[in-house]
Nanobody
């Protein structure tokens, strides 16, 4: 059974930083396509970043401020978010793709105050 558990969300002032974690079980992050998505209030879910093989890919809105990484020994994926802006406020979700199947975490709330 695959589980993705996000943590690390919270309330932060604009310009601050947070690090989100996604702890995986039932799959191996090193051989999966791992992504972060977010859903701002009243809006659709949007893709944020992907780590796959040796590639790191970012949405234009977060490039240069967010960094996706993974710790294979801990089977965990991270999203380091720096210089946060009020428009980054959203529920952040971890997503894993393995063997053509998609898995989602429960989400973690990030709120950035101005």
């Amino acid at each position: 059974q695959v589980q993705l558990v996000e943590s690390g969300g919270g309330l932060v002032q604009a310009g601050g930083s947070l690090r989100l974690s996604c702890a995986a079980s039932g799959l191996t992050v090193s051989i999966s396509v791992m992504r972060w998505y977010r859903q701002p209030p009243g809006k659709q879910r949007e893709w944020v970043a992907t780590v796959t093989g040796g590639r790191l890919i970012y949405a234009a809105s977060v490039k240069g401020r967010f960094t996706i990484s993974r710790d294979n020994a801990k089977n965990t994926v991270y999203l380091q978010m720096n210089n946060l802006k009020p428009e980054d406020t959203a529920v952040y979700y971890c997503n894993a793709e393995q063997d053509t199947r998609d898995y989602w975490g429960q989400g973690t709330q990030v709120t950035v105050s101005s």
